[in-house]
C-alpha cells in the first residue's frame, strides 16, 4: 500500500511512521509511506504558504499555490483526503475500507485551514478525527495511517487481531484481558482464563464484550441490532459477581 501525505512538517510523518509495527511494514515494503514538504513547491524566495484571509478575519490560511503544485508534482494515489473538521468522522469502518485500496493520501491543514479551492477543486473528501481542535492535520495523519496499515494483510502477525479486538467484525468492545502473574496484589486472573476448557473461554469472552459494551458503548449494541436471544440467553447463565470486573448495567429487554 502507498500513502502520500502533505505537510509542512514532512518530519513528524517520518519519525511516527519508522517505528513500531507500522516501521516494519514500511521496511518489509507491505507499506509504502512518503510525506512531502508543500513549503518546498512555494515558489517566493521566503518559502510563504500562508496569507490573509479575504475580507479579514482571524489568523492566516494556507495558500492554494504550493498546495496544488505539490499534489500536481507528486502525482499521489487517490483518494486525497483533506484532514478538517467538517469531514466524515473516521472510524473503524471507514479505516477497514481504505485497507483495501492500493493506496491513498492525506492532506494536512495548518494555521486557520486551507483556501476552499483546495476543497472544491483538488481533494476528494475530507476527513475528521473527531469533534477536537489541532494545530494542524499531521497528529491526525498518523492516526489514520496507524488505523489503516495495521489492517493490510500481512502486517499484523496474529491474523485473528482484527477480527477480536474492539469495534471488529463483531462490533463489540474486547473482553478484559490478563496476563501474568495470576495473584498480582491480591487480584486475581479468573479461573475460567486458565483451566484450558477453550469453549468455556471462548463463551466467557464474548459474554464479558458483550457486558461491557452494555455498560461503555450501548450505541454500538444499538447499532448491531440489539442482542440476539442467543447472547441474551448467554448473559443471564454468566454470574458477573465472580468475576473481577464490575459491572452494574441491567440486561436490556
Known amino acids: 500500500m502507498r500513502i502520500d501525505v502533505f505537510t509542512l512538517f514532512p518530519a513528524m510523518i517520518n519519525e511516527f511512521c519508522a517505528h513500531s509495527l507500522l516501521g516494519r511494514a514500511t521496511t518489509s515494503g507491505a507499506v509504502h509511506v512518503g510525506a512531502h514538504d508543500i513549503r518546498e513547491y512555494s515558489t517566493d524566495v521566503h518559502r510563504t504558504v500562508d496569507d490573509a484571509p479575504f475580507g479579514g478575519g482571524a489568523g492566516m490560511l494556507m495558500r492554494p499555490e504550493p498546495i496544488f503544485a505539490a499534489v500536481e508534482a507528486v502525482q499521489p494515489p487517490r483518494p486525497l483526503f483533506l484532514l478538517g473538521p467538517g469531514g466524515q468522522k473516521f472510524d473503524q469502518a471507514m479505516a477497514e475500507s481504505m485497507a483495501q485500496l492500493d493506496g491513498f493520501s492525506l492532506l494536512c491543514g495548518r494555521y486557520e485551514g486551507v483556501d476552499h479551492r483546495v476543497r472544491e477543486h483538488l481533494v476528494d473528501h475530507e476527513i475528521s478525527v ?14 489514520i495511517i496507524e488505523a489503516v496499515t495495521r489492517l ?77 436471544d442467543a447472547e441474551k440467553a448467554l448473559l443471564e447463565g454468566v454470574d458477573f459477581a465472580s468475576y473481577p470486573v464490575s459491572f452494574t448495567s441491567e440486561l436490556p429487554d
Open 152 to 228: 493490510v494483510p500481512g502486517v499484523m502477525g496474529n491474523a485473528i487481531s482484527p477480527v477480536t479486538e474492539s469495534f471488529g467484525v463483531a462490533g463489540l468492545l474486547e473482553e478484559p484481558q490478563y496476563t501474568r502473574p495470576h495473584d498480582f496484589r491480591g487480584w486475581h486472573v479468573p479461573e475460567v482464563l486458565r483451566g484450558g476448557d477453550h469453549a468455556k473461554i471462548e463463551k466467557w469472552r464474548l459474554a464479558q464484550a458483550l457486558w461491557r459494551t452494555m455498560e461503555q458503548r450501548p450505541d454500538l449494541i444499538e447499532a448491531r441490532g440489539g442482542l440476539t
Open 130 to 143: 473527531g469533534d477536537v481542535v489541532l494545530a494542524g492535520g499531521e497528529v491526525a495523519a498518523c492516526l
